[in-house]
């Protein structure tokens, strides 16, 4: 689509929104009260920038709590999201070691991450690696399906998955863990969290050491974690939060390759977010985020022990970069079904690489405006409808808007079906190693005459609750086409492929009786690389899993599951007779966990947890094996 009829459509939106809330203007002291609908279900933030309870909302979204995290046992962020519909996620091995997330098909750096409100994609590259994200002090993470560009901006074809950190309680709290288990791993974590007054506050430190399933897999991870919130006089409230990784570990290479004994990878990540909320009236409320993440990365790989090749040479890199932004976002409540936001947005992205080949830096910048109206007729229909303007520093302009829409039908025994649908436009900004990177020796530069990479999707679904509740069912039909998509060539980086993803994801979740939960999922996806012909990398047809979360006494919990990835294309980096690396379809697996709690007394809680428990042998990335069958054990202390 041009800007100029982008512009046009824009346009067009805009006056209707206006008209729209000029039509249905009540007393302006009427409060947007989406817990007038209903008062039990779960807020959502993410999809519509405004508190909107889960099963009101018209976007595809799934809650992760910090009640699953804590019955499940996870201690990685990625771990938790296989659970998702939609989702799958590709680990290069053990722990540690890189881990891409793919949203509906869409690739590692077409998915926006957030943290407490801030951007934390790699400016680099685009993406964000999971593999040294813990779970700890995280209060929920929302997941919104789907393009979000219109109120997100770049990265957020896919969607989004928006952490965020405990806030604390009025009562003082704190907890020791400690867990031991396979592969030598010992990890151990204290928890501090309370409130006084207007204040609140949550502190978590962890440390996680493992020896790794092979020579040179070591990893160790310290993790930081606080916010402190407070209240202030004229209804507003003020957030902090810092999070900090440093993690360190072995980078052996793929197994289909010679072990490589030394290399090494270093991380520090940080980061900061700031939030200042405030109730100017029951008409205007306004929230302003001011946010920076940082991340430094160092890679070493000195040339290996007896090696006389007169190739051999020992590489070393690092790469320093940072995203700053500032959001000021602004809710008028024009009447008690109709919120308008509107905000303005900068943002800037800095890089900095230096290896044994090379050493560049550059940063771009971003400034953006949206608007979005959300419009409720009653309890049963809404209707969302918004754009936004992005002005890029290397190439200019992108309008992006989406429309969303949901109606509950409801019958006399207290059932509820609700149909919903979306369709809009996303992109993604070229990253500043695809814009400016000088490449190897001339070859596989930037470029910076690159476009976005852009995105028209679709979605429509059907939530169906029955028995009083207990029983929720969810179907869901997508497809997003990609055009524009960056491809490194070997003279330098081109807008020149084109994709197309579709599939469907099925959810459920039983209620079998107070103290048994059973809950499942399943995708199937088709892609395809419109170019070639061929489906894209790492991506499963088939995918899906299930969980089985019993409460057998009041002292003891089990929770078990299972999951299924189907076969993948993939590659494994091995030449072929013309010197090409080849390509292949690499076998299904499935894997099974089970993890058990046990309160011993009211202060101490024993933990047991076995991953893998069939001993599957398997691959998420061809060359790179998981870990077999491993059983760890904790403990935890509360007071």
């Known amino acids: 689509m041009t800007v100029c009829k982008r512009a046009s459509l824009a346009v067009i939106i805009v006056l209707s929104l206006v008209f729209n809330s000029t039509a249905f203007a009540q007393d302006s002291s009427d409060e947007f009260k989406e817990e007038d609908v209903i008062s039990f279900a779960p807020v959502v933030v993410t999809a519509d920038r405004i508190e909107v309870p889960l099963d009101r909302i018209s976007s595809s979204v799934f809650v992760i709590s910090s009640l699953l995290i804590e019955t499940q046992q996870h201690h990685n962020v990625g771990d938790l999201l296989r659970k998702v519909a939609g989702v799958n996620i590709a680990r290069s091995g053990s722990n540690g070691r890189i881990t891409t997330l793919f ?15 801030a951007k934390v994609n790699e400016p680099m590259n685009g993406g964000f690696d999971f593999s040294n994200l813990k779970t700890d002090n995280i209060e929920k993470i929302e997941i919104v399906r789907g393009s979000q560009s219109t109120l997100y901006g ?41 409130g006084l007054g207007g204040y609140k506050f949550s502190f978590s430190l962890s440390d996680l050491r493992t020896d790794g399933q092979f020579d040179n897999d070591d990893y160790k991870n310290t993790t930081l974690s606080s916010r402190i919130t407070a209240a202030f006089p004229h209804n507003s409230k003020v957030a902090f939060t810092v999070r900090n990784s440093n993690a360190e ?26 939030a200042f909320n405030q109730k100017i009236s029951g008409l205007w ?21 007896g090696d006389t090749s007169p190739f051999a040479a020992d590489f070393n890199s690092s790469i320093i970069s940072s995203v700053s932004m500032v959001d000021w976002q602004n809710d008028l409540h024009v009447s008690a079904n109709n919120v308008i936001t509107a905000g303005i947005e900068w943002e800037e992205k800095k890089g900095r690489s230096t290896s044994t080949y090379d050493d560049f830096e550059n940063l771009t910048n971003t400034r953006s405006v949206y608007l979005q109206d959300h419009f409720r007729l009653n309890d049963k229909f809404s ?69 976005p990479e852009e995105s028209i999707s679709f979605e429509f679904g059907v939530d169906q609750k029955l028995a009083d509740g207990k029983l929720f069912i969810s179907a869901e039909l997508f497809k997003t086409e990609f055009t524009n998509l960056i491809t490194i060539t070997e003279p330098g980086a081109v807008n020149i492929n084109k994709a197309e993803t579709k599939g469907i994801e099925l959810n459920t979740d039983i209620k079998i009786s107070e103290n048994i939960g059973l809950s499942g999922n399943y995708t199937y996806l088709e892609t395809e690389d419109l170019l070639s012909g061929l489906p894209l990398l790492r991506r499963p047809k088939h995918n899906g899993g299930g969980s089985l979360n019993i409460r057998a006494t009041s002292e003891l919990n089990i929770s078990a599951g299972v999951s299924f990835v189907g076969e993948r294309y993939d590659s494994n980096f091995v030449f072929d007779e013309n010197f090409k690396i080849s390509y292949g379809f690499f076998p299904s697996y499935k894997t099974a966990r089970i993890a058990v709690s046990y309160k011993l007394t009211e202060q101490f809680r024993l933990k047991l947890r076995i991953e893998n428990l069939l001993d599957e042998e398997y691959s998420e990335v061809a060359g790179y094996p998981s870990p077999g069958r491993a059983v760890y054990g904790g403990i935890t202390l509360k007071l």
């Open 103 to 117: 949203l509906r098909g869409a690739n590692g750096n077409q998915t926006l991450v957030l943290i407490d409100g």
């Open 154 to 194: 770049s990265e957020a074809i896919g969607g989004i998955v928006n952490i965020f950190t405990k806030s604390g309680s009025s009562d003082l709290s704190f907890s020791l863990n400690a867990e031991a288990g396979e592969f030598g791993t010992f990890s151990k974590s204290g928890d501090l969290s309370g």
């Open 249 to 274: 570990g072995g980078a052996p290479n793929q197994r289909l390759l010679n072990f490589d004994p030394n290399a090494r990878q270093k991380s520090d990540i940080n980061i900061v977010s700031l």
């Open 285 to 305: 409320h306004h929230k302003l985020i001011l946010s920076k993440s940082e991340s430094d990365i160092n890679f070493s790989d000195p040339v290996n022990p």
């Open 383 to 451: 209707l969302t409808g918004g754009v936004r303007s992005d002005n890029h520093s290397a190439f200019g302009n992108s309008a992006n808007y989406r429309f969303t829409s949901a109606y509950i039908f409801r019958n006399s025994h207290g059932n509820e079906t609700k149909i919903r649908g979306s369709w809009g436009t996303g992109f993604r900004a070229p990253s500043i190693f695809e814009l400016y990177s000088p490449g190897f020796f001339g070859s596989y530069a930037g470029n910076p005459n690159l476009q």
